[in-house]
């Protein structure tokens, strides 16, 4: 049995959150040695995993058992009255000594206990399916259990059933039963037994139209199982349209485990049309045809559970090719399957754990997301390109897959800081005056950021699972705070067709979202950028640097930490290698020699304490400690490198190693009571609290980086370069926004600002995970964050040596403002827009400094692009430098300069404005037919009516109306008169009185 460290800690919580324990209560445990004695633990026990907690309070699992295979008895001695234990089945396994307050509470948990084991479920089981096997006059199998159970309690019962009234309820309540059961037994094995197949087909033929017309199929590849005489489809594919050999993206998963070998399956190609097409073509369908839905049989192989397995073990590859026959027995294309097993192990699986070991937990992390198919819409338009062919596009709108996990993972990470900084608050004593008020002051705010974020989690959890964004009318609501507003992915596809043949294809994908922004909080105090200038300004008036002096003291805890686990594990007679003891040490007295050595920094400690209401003058370390600790140092790395090692000389040094630890440590402690002091010092005034700010804004940004980073790689992860270009660059992405300068929007750019800034300090990298697409897990803390990026090895196997081995990816943002409402033509004329110049010539030096990088490293490894890289800078850098000097009001010139070179460097793209619904429709599906005319030579006379299509029958009228339900936009006739002119809807599309 295998098992994820991290999930395991955040199943521990979230069942009890969720009260969906078997049991809990306080039970007295024994040390694994004898002398050690019983402490008190507080005990969860879920399924066959029992936890165990310090108190009823904490969050963090001191360890797990596994209970299976293990016998449960009693006993009691002269020191225990009520005591059991936990005796696992094999030589060398520990056995577990509790005890119970009461004999009856005893009795109560003995048999919780021997009823958790998985084999006492398969009995249950059995019998279970037995009791069915009575009732029905029908054995029933392992495999078949499920459905049964499932069909009985949909009510899908026999007549024959029907007629046994006095029977019914007890075989429906039996079937439930085994529905139940079953799936919590057998969850673990479908996860650890999956045979997961990539498909893809090749010369699949040309289907015949109503009209007697070829067209390319849109494929879709159905795995089905034969039942009794009944085909029964298990899993599907996407749709891949208007293509003779397909790719599919969508992982086929088959739980073989829970089948015969004999089990009948069958790979089926269904063509499927669903075309919502313009009037740009006389040529096209009709009215009636344009809105009709086939599912076509073009073909289809049949084999055997057992062929399949026995296919994939002779294959090298594990890469199989099969004939697809159609309905006559023709050879109609072939199948392309590559297999894989998702039992293998990664780097987030933890090492094959023994029966009934404990497992310890020193950090308790959120667990990864599960993939979640979230709600899409598509439509299909065909146009004409200058050479009059066909331009087949296909837009898709999807809601992000994360846009709940990310946030729930990160509040998690911010309730152990803030348990940290409290615990921090809470050391501090010796307080007097109005320091120890501000310290109770902070004390405060930290427990209410902590009951926030719980808050969030407990929000978030309870969110159904058919809802996957959170809509503008909620951006205000504090409960959705840390959630991306309105966050979804628009992809187009695009190809041109001439007699029937695909001549060239693209794709392309923008995020959509609403302003990253922390509107639940208000904007009394402006937004976060005018909130950190006023801090900062504060603390340059201070004698310590605070952020310096705690980044220095917590490096020496570290290094304290790192010597004082190695100076217990030698003494404790664990065998340590004395080489590595020596490192630590080493390590250790380095950075405590220099933090003792460092006369600036303790220039401003002695400086910042002196201003302090203290009532100790705290610990002063002489210069002859420092003397010592340097001969003590040398004389131990010495003795240890000595070959006869006299185990007694080296015992008397690390004594007084470690005494110069706890030494140092206390004086560092004292000085970081000082930078506490100093900070509690500064929140007298009416400084707004930043932190709290900055967290729900950095919550909603890096939402929208994971979203927007795993559409890049889905378009790019076959292109070698690219991977490349992530290590050596790291992964850009540029946020257009149009925002207006004028109210709170301008305040919503201030803290959009900041919540781009924190995404440099994040870092990238990645593995592999068993799920179908990605996975990402968030870990670290402010200012450290580390996004990992877990991905289906289809991904994973694509990129080079080094990201597999852990390099970290930086991010690099590049932020683009415009305001283009009625409240931008007031502030051009009466406001101030200096905020908006000011962030586009950060923008632009940001995008042109990511772009010299890149053209350096195209000149030294892909020399022969050199050409399509200067013609790059000729064609669009330069332009773009005109319009951002030129500051013209309403430019939108300068936003598609943007556009088209974040698209030439294959860089991340999202656009926002308040909401993220209608500004930003009119923008994404301007920039959706700019790509169409650039990529696809979209016919010149058909912009401004391709634009008007999109609009109006396009998804974006789907994002208005799952946001306020309503399809109009919300403009009224001033604020269209007030847009540029490609930024307005088509007539009758506006009118919704919602914002």
């Not at 931008?824 to 406001?831: E, K, R, S």
Request: glycine residues 4%.
């Amino acid at each position: 049995m295998k098992f994820n460290e991290r999930e395991l800690a955040l199943y521990s919580a979230s069942i009890r959150e969720r009260d969906r324990i078997d049991r809990e209560g306080y039970l007295w445990k024994r040390g694994e040695k004898a002398r050690e004695g019983y402490k008190q633990r507080w005990f969860v026990l879920k399924g066959n995993l029992l936890f165990y907690f310090k108190d009823t309070i904490s969050v963090e699992p001191l360890g797990c058992i596994v209970l299976e295979k293990v016998s449960v008895p009693e006993f009691q001695d002269e020191q225990v009255a009520h005591g059991f234990k936990l005796d696992f089945d094999g030589s060398g396994n520990r056995v577990y000594h509790l005890y119970a307050q009461t004999a009856e509470d005893r009795k109560a948990w003995v048999e919780a206990l021997r009823l958790a084991g998985f084999e006492n479920l398969r009995r249950e089981f059995d019998e279970l399916c037995q009791e069915l096997a009575d009732l029905t006059g029908t054995g029933v199998g392992a495999s078949q259990s499920l459905s049964w159970a499932h069909n009985v309690s949909q009510h899908h019962v026999s007549s024959s059933m029907a007629r046994k009234s006095v029977k019914g309820s007890r075989f429906k309540d039996a079937a439930n039963k085994v529905s139940d059961r079953w799936r919590s037994v057998t969850s673990a094995a479908i996860k650890s037994q999956c045979l997961e197949l990539d498909v893809s087909c090749q010369g699949l033929p040309l289907i015949r139209g109503p009209r007697g017309k070829s067209s390319l199929p849109s494929i879709s590849i159905v795995l089905e199982r034969k039942d009794n005489a009944d085909w029964v489809a298990v899993a599907s594919t996407e749709s891949q349209r208007d293509s003779c050999s397909p790719q599919f993206s969508t992982i086929i998963p088959i739980y073989f485990e829970l089948w015969p070998d004999d089990t009948l399956l069958r790979f089926v190609a269904y063509n499927t049309v669903h075309l919502r097409q313009s009037m740009a073509d006389p040529e096209l369908l009709t009215e009636q045809e344009k809105q009709r839905t086939r599912l076509d049989h073009v073909a289809a192989y049949t084999l055997t559970l057992k062929q399949l397995l026995e296919d994939r073990t002779a294959s090298e590859s594990f890469s199989l090719n099969y004939p697809l026959m159609d309905e006559d027995g023709v050879e109609a294309g072939r199948l392309k399957v590559q297999t894989a097993i998702s039992e293998k192990a990664h780097e987030h699986v933890a090492p094959t754990q023994q029966v009934g070991q404990e497992l310890p937990f020193r950090t308790l992390a959120p667990a990864r997301s599960h993939e979640v198919t979230p709600e899409e819409n598509e439509y299909a338009f065909v146009f004409k390109t200058n050479g009059h062919l066909k331009l087949r596009v296909t837009e898709k709108m999807s809601e992000a897959r994360f846009a709940f996990t990310i946030p729930f993972q990160l509040c998690q990470l911010l309730i152990e800081a803030e348990n940290a900084e409290m615990r921090q608050l809470e050391a501090l004593s010796n307080l007097v005056g109005p320091v120890q008020s501000a310290q109770r002051t902070a004390q405060r705010e930290s427990m209410h950021r902590k009951q926030f974020y719980q808050s969030q989690q407990a929000f978030l959890d309870s969110i159904s699972d058919d809802t996957h964004f959170k809509r503008s009318a909620f951006k205000k609501k504090a409960e959705w705070g840390m959630v991306t507003t309105n966050l979804h992915i628009q992809r187009t596809t695009a190809h041109v067709e001439k007699d029937g043949v695909i001549e060239e294809r693209g794709e392309y994908s923008v995020l959509t979202l609403g302003c990253p922004a922390a509107h639940c909080l208000s904007f009394k105090h402006r937004g976060l950028s005018c909130m950190v200038r006023e801090r900062k300004r504060v603390l340059s008036t201070l004698p310590l640097d605070v952020d310096e002096a705690k980044d220095q003291v917590n490096a020496l805890y570290n290094a304290i930490e790192e010597a004082t686990a190695a100076f217990r594990s030698y003494r404790g007679g664990k065998k340590t290698e004395m080489s590595q003891l020596a490192d630590a040490v080493c390590h250790a007295n380095h950075a405590f020699l220099a933090y003792l050595n460092n006369q600036d920094m303790a220039a401003m400690f002695t400086q910042a304490k002196s201003s302090l209401p203290l009532r100790s003058d705290g610990l002063d370390v002489t210069e002859d400690f420092k003397s010592g600790l340097t001969v003590v140092d040398g004389q131990f790395l010495k003795a240890v490198r000595d070959d006869k090692q006299d185990l007694a000389r080296l015992n008397q040094f690390l004594q007084a190693l470690e005494f110069s630890a706890e030494t140092t440590y206390l004086h560092a402690q004292e000085c970081l009571k000082i930078c506490y002091l100093q900070a509690l010092v500064n929140q007298l005034g009416e400084l707004p609290d930043v932190t709290h700010r900055r967290d729900m804004v950095f919550s909603q940004a890096v939402t929208a980086l994971v979203t927007v980073l795993c559409e890049q790689i889905k378009l790019h992860y076959k292109d070698p370069s690219f991977w490349q270009q992530l290590r050596a660059l790291g992964f850009m992405f540029n946020l257009n926004s149009y925002l207006s300068t004028s109210g709170d929007e301008e305040h919503m750019i201030e803290d959009m600002i900041v919540g781009l800034e924190d995404l440099g300090t994040v870092r990238i990298k990645f593995s592999v995970v068993d799920s179908v697409g990605f996975d990402p897990m968030i870990t670290g803390e402010r200012n450290k964050y580390v996004i990992d990026m877990g991905m289906h090895a289809v991904y994973y196997n694509a990129m080079p040596k080094e990201l597999k081995d852990g390099e970290h990816c930086k991010v690099f943002s590049v932020l683009f403002s415009q305001g283009v409402n009625e409240m931008q033509t007031i502030a051009n004329h009466i406001g101030d827009t200096s905020i908006q110049n000011t962030i586009n010539l950060k923008g632009y030096e940001a995008l042109t400094h990511y772009f010299h990088c890149y053209k350096k490293w195209i000149s030294a490894h892909y020399a022969e692009r050199l050409d399509e890289v200067l013609e790059l800078e000729r064609r669009w850098i330069q332009p773009l430098h005109h319009e951002v000097v030129a500051s013209k009001p309403k430019n939108i010139e300068m936003l598609f300069y943007v556009e088209r070179i974040c698209y030439l460097l294959r860089a991340g793209r999202l656009i926002c404005c308040k909401s993220g619904k209608d500004r930003t429709s009119m923008a994404v599906t301007l920039e959706m037919v700019n790509h169409l005319k650039y990529e696809h030579d979209l016919f010149d006379i058909q912009f401004s009516s391709v634009l008007s299509i999109l609009r109006e029958k396009g998804t974006r009228r789907d994002n208005v109306k799952k946001n306020i339900l309503d399809s109009r936009y919300a403009f009224n006739l001033i604020q269209v008169k007030a847009l540029p002119k490609l930024l307005r809807p088509p007539e009758g599309t506006y009118g919704a009185n919602k914002a």
